[in-house]
């Protein structure tokens, strides 16, 4: 007799949470967010049990105004030493900017779609590989972690639809180049489940999945379905925001991350350890919400607000 949950598969028993929002999701605020606030808020992320905060980006000012106060969050935070706050960097410059403030993990990012990576870095695909080769190099000399996002997987908000070959190409790419992770990015968050699996399953077969992770924006209300999708085939490594905090500046249109707090209640219901306590998750989201003066757009951080008595809308 098939017992309840069979249908699922097997899944990971334990998945480790990449917590974005302090990057992500505060890229993309229209109006400047206090450089004290980011420090509170990733101090308080810091205080869930998350092991992985990405923190911030050491962008170019002019492209990410938002970010220009990279060095100052991550040299005021309080680091815990059993929890890595990578960064992103586009180019040496923005690793050295990062040694400087003694990062010991940092991202490098590209894309699926040649289009979407000259909106957001200015150069192509291949463009940024070669750009990354030298980062990579520094990177291994400061002994740094390096992670590779491979953005606009399921599809690109200039260039339409995207081939799941294409996404696995550049992924193997960040692979052999010595990314030790590689997270698959849905950008404008227009992917449904069947076509996650097509895309990581055409990604497995170059990159083990073990070292994949993936990254769903929330636009069109698939990002838990697309995330559940993922587990069935062994993902293990999941980015999220709390209250669903994020976007890119250069993805018109796209929303923010699946909402950390509600992809954590999912993960509990399913049984699978994350070692993150869903109650601090929450308070930090209230937190980042209402300093940024509006309800979160989680599903739990909603209700909390709703058990308080406070408004929603
Ligand atoms: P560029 O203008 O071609 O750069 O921008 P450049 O090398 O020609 O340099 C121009 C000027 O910028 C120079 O200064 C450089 O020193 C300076 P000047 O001589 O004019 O005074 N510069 C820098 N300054 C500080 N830090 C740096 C840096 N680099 C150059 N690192 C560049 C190219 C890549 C720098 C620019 O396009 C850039 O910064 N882009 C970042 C865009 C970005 O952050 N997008 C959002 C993150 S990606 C994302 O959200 C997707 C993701 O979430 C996954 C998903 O959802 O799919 C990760
Ligand atoms: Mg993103």
């Known amino acids: ?18 917590e974005v929002g302090p990057r992500d999701g505060l890229q993309n605020e229209p109006n400047p967010v206090p450089t004290e606030l980011k420090i509170e808020f990733i101090n ?67 894309a699926a779609s040649d289009t979407f990576n000259c909106r957001n870095t200015n150069v192509t695909i291949e463009e940024s590989l070669e750009r990354f080769a030298p980062v990579m190099e520094l990177a291994a000399e400061h002994e740094l972690r390096v992670r590779g996002y491979v953005s606009c997987a399921l599809g690109c908000p200039y260039e339409g639809d995207i081939a799941p070959s294409k996404v696995a190409a550049v ?31 055409a990604v497995m077969t170059e990159v083990p999945v073990e070292r994949l992770a993936v990254h769903f924006h929330d636009t069109r209300g698939q990002a838990l379905a697309n995330v559940m999708a993922c587990l069935q085939l062994g993902v293990a490594t999941v ?17 923010g991350n699946v909402a950390s707090e509600d992809l954590l209640y999912m993960l509990q219901g399913l049984g699978i350890e994350t070692g993150v306590d869903l109650e601090r998750l929450i308070d930090a989201s209230l937190f980042i919400s ?13 209700l909390r607000l709703e058990e308080r008595g406070e408004p929603v809308h």
């Not at 810091?46 to 990410?64: A, C, N």
Request: aromatic share 6%; charged share 20%.
């Open 171 to 201: 992924a193997r790419e960040l692979s052999e180049l010595g990314c030790y992770e590689i997270s698959l990015g849905d950008t404008i968050g227009i992917g449904t489940p069947a076509a996650a699996q097509r895309m990581v399953e």
């Open 239 to 255: 980015d999220s925001s709390v209250a669903a905090l994020g976007g890119c500046p250069y993805a018109n249109g796209a929303r």
């Open 290 to 302: 209402d300093a940024l003066g509006r309800p979160p757009s989680s599903r739990l951080g909603q």
């Open 1 to 18: 007799m098939m017992r309840s949950g069979d249908f699922m598969g097997e899944l990971p028993k334990r998945v480790k949470m990449v």
């Open 44 to 110: 308080r992320l810091s205080q869930s049990g998350l092991r992985t905060i990405e923190t911030t980006s050491f962008v170019s000012p002019r492209w990410v105004p938002q970010m220009a106060d990279a060095t100052e969050v991550f040299s005021t935070i309080e680091r815990n030493p059993d929890i890595y706050y990578p960064v992103l960097v586009p180019n040496v410059t923005g690793l050295k900017r990062a040694i400087d403030v003694g990062v010991r993990e940092v991202a490098v990012f590209t």
